[in-house]
């Protein structure tokens, strides 16, 4: 057995091991990782030469969880792991987003970075164990990548931050944020926080940083002894000629004026004009015409950044702070439950929120033993006509997934407990039309769709989105408000904020440059809160001040009860015969949770009041003088079986029915009839007892 050889460190006090050429040896690079008892195994692997006509990087990022991780079989008929996860998706964006910028830019060979989760530590989040595999793996292969880089997480309890906190700490936590940092600058940020103000989340995210520093030192040990020669790999650059030859035929004026404008489909049909010159032009010159394409991106990012970053002038004529003409309106959608739409600029997006029972919630089966549901559920749409183009829809990709998840972490933070609104809630963004940030365009609509719900969120949250172009040094740039796509595709960052007027709430942050100094940091986020105050006062509050009183008419109505959790069981009955009979007799639907909080909904008040009744009288442990109203479900020589609610019965006696002398029950009862009661507690055999000629209150009273 090969025994390879471990390297490790101490790390937010516990111990961080590595075992290099222990295992996967035929993997470009392997680091088997090892954070307390957590264990993930990290490759990355690269093709030899890049597919044939490909003209972008591809790099595929793979987080695999599995159910033996944590002791568990897969559900489902095949009892194997299939599609992943939300969580797999979202951590291996995560990854992906600070590693990508750190490969060469003219690279095209395949590359997969694969982690594999085989156990699971609660006190040591396998996300992070993953996200420093990569980075080791990649760094110790002969891959091309300017590392190393590394990830540090921090939560906050109490005020406290927590560094590498464990997976309950980040679950109840204040703050979750993962930040990446290269030996010198922070390269990636993501996070969701509890309204954290900007200038303490700015302290947690270099407290994060420091910590990487401590890493990074540790990898470059083990990239001393373990790293390979990077390999020599097939550059995809344009040449300089191809790019003296363009310029000839498209002078830089021209190309100012053809990217000057602030519609985005006149701006592509003035680029097509430019292109079909050069390609008649190239007609005979079939090896530049190979670069035509890849020449005329780099010849309009570059005119745009020059524009940007010497002359101060974005392509659409704004100042550098200002935002897009912004709109937004509700209940546009008629008969759902609310409905908002936000417009940005050519950004366009509304969002439709639907309320259901809690039964509804998701249920989430994955490595965290701390979330086995979601109750609020936030998903995001992109079809490709918002950006004018055609194709079959396929379902949400990563990006999608990754999009609703921002705004669902944006959100979470003022959506109110299930206690004070008892309900299942999903929020549905739909991309009208896409021309940069609409991710932070989604929280505003959500924000103003869930209001318009009469969801009780505590504060309106809205986004907004900076963007970046750098020049040669770390003084020389500029930060934009409100990024337009071109100057997203163009640009050097897209860092996005969202948050109420009191603190932030979600942060992601991609770059396309080697990392931030401090005060682009400082300066973006200090950008975004004045855009953020904007939109507030300015948009959304005009739009929809407060969440409307009650929810909408076509939305089910809920009311919740609690019970004593040991008369649960009275409540479901046998095999669910109880519960299911309150069911069918009032159409209401029943959610019952193990600390005995129900919840009862229907569209029909009356259904939800019986159902309700029911339940307390079954939960009642009923006193002598208590009044009822029942029905007789069986006739014997001695007396009556009076039914109050389903599994619920007490007996009047003979000579308790009526004032005066009987002799057959049958000479004033029949079965089916509707009978008023007043308890006189329990007889000898300790069943219930009541009378029909005692009553002395005629209306009946629910117990």
Request: net charge negative; glycine share 8%; proline share 5%.
């Amino acid at each position: 057995m090969k025994k390879g050889r471990r390297y490790s460190m101490e790390l937010a006090g516990r111990t961080l091991s590595v075992d290099v050429g222990r295992v996967a040896a035929q993997a470009n690079g392997a680091a088997f990782m090892h954070y307390g008892d957590t264990t993930v195994l990290s490759t990355a692997t690269a093709s030899d030469a890049p597919r044939e006509g490909i003209d972008f990087f591809p790099l595929s990022v793979e987080f695999e969880e599995k159910a033996y991780a944590v002791g568990k079989i897969p559900g489902g008929f095949n009892k194997r792991e299939g599609k992943a996860s939300e969580n797999s998706v979202l951590t291996a964006r995560v990854i992906d987003r600070p590693m990508r910028p750190l490969f060469p830019k003219d690279f095209r060979n395949d590359v997969t970075l694969n982690n594999l989760v085989m156990s699971v530590d609660p006190e040591c989040r396998p996300e992070l164990v993953a996200m420093l595999g990569s980075s080791i793996a990649t760094c110790i292969s002969d891959i091309p990548f300017d590392g190393p880089c590394a990830m540090t997480q921090v939560g906050m309890i109490d005020g406290e931050f927590i560094i590498n906190p464990s997976q309950k700490q980040w679950d109840e936590g204040d703050l979750q944020l993962t930040v990446a940092s290269t030996s010198t600058k922070v390269i990636m940020i993501e996070a969701g926080a509890k309204e954290i103000p900007e200038a303490r989340m700015i302290e947690a995210i270099y407290k994060a940083h420091d910590v990487n520093q401590e890493i990074i030192r540790f990898i470059n040990e083990i990239v001393a002894a373990e790293g390979k020669q990077k390999f020599t790999y097939q550059s995809y650059a344009v040449p300089e000629e191809v790019f003296a030859a363009l310029k000839e035929l498209v002078p830089q004026e021209e190309m100012e004026q053809a990217v000057f404008t602030d519609e985005k489909q006149q701006r592509e049909a003035n680029i097509a004009v430019l292109t079909d010159r050069v390609k008649e032009a190239w007609a005979e010159k079939e090896d530049y015409l190979a670069y035509l394409a890849d020449a005329m991106y780099q010849y309009e990012k570059k005119t745009v950044r020059k524009m940007i970053l010497k002359d101060h002038k974005r392509p659409d004529g704004r100042k550098i702070d200002q935002i897009r003409p912004l709109s937004a309106e509700i209940d546009l959608i008629p008969r759902v439950h609310g409905s908002a739409m936000f417009t940005r600029g050519q950004t366009q997006i509304c969002t439709v929120t639907t309320l259901a029972p809690l039964s509804e919630v998701q249920k989430i089966e994955g490595l965290d033993p701390n979330i086995t549901e979601k109750r609020y559920i936030h998903q995001y749409n992109f079809p490709s006509y918002s950006v004018g183009e055609t194709k079959p829809s396929r379902g949400p990709g990563r990006r999608e997934i990754g999009h609703g998840a921002l705004a669902e972490r944006a959100l979470l933070p003022v959506i109110p407990s299930k206690e004070d609104f008892p309900y299942a809630i999903r929020c549905v963004s739909e991309t009208f039309e896409s021309n940069g940030s609409t991710s932070q365009a989604s929280i505003c609509a959500s924000t103003m769709s869930l209001m318009a719900a009469g969801v009780p969120i505590r504060k309106q949250v809205a986004g907004i989105s900076c963007g970046l172009v750098t020049g040669e040094t770390d003084d020389d740039y500029i930060v934009l408000t409100d990024i337009q796509g071109l100057e997203d595709f163009f640009g050097d960052m897209d860092f996005k904020v969202a948050g109420t007027h009191d603190g932030i709430t979600a942060i992601q942050m991609d770059i396309k440059i080697h990392g931030l100094t401090r005060p682009i940091v400082e300066e973006a986020i200090a950008r975004t809160k004045q855009a953020r105050e904007y939109i507030l006062n300015e948009i959304m509050t005009p739009c929809i001040a407060q969440p409307r009183p009650e929810v909408s008419k076509y939305a089910p109505k809920i009311e919740q009860i609690q019970i004593d959790p040991n008369k649960i069981g009275d409540v479901v009955g046998q095999r669910g015969k109880t519960i299911n009979e309150i069911i069918a007799r009032t159409g209401a639907k029943i959610d019952i949770d193990d600390d005995g909080n129900v919840s009862v909904s229907s569209d029909d008040k009356n259904a939800i009041a019986s159902a309700i009744n029911m339940i307390r009288i079954i939960t009642t442990d009923f006193e002598e003088g208590q009044i009822l109203q029942g029905t007789v479900v069986s006739i014997k020589d001695f007396g009556a079986f009076i039914e109050f609610a389903p599994g619920k019965e007490g007996m009047v006696h003979i000579s308790k029915i009526a004032k005066h002398r009987i002799d057959h029950v049958e000479d004033v009862l029949t079965l089916g009839d509707k009978v008023t009661v007043v308890c006189l507690g329990k007889d000898k055999m300790g069943r219930l007892s009541f009378s029909m000629k005692d009553v002395k209150q005629g209306p009946y009273q629910s117990a």
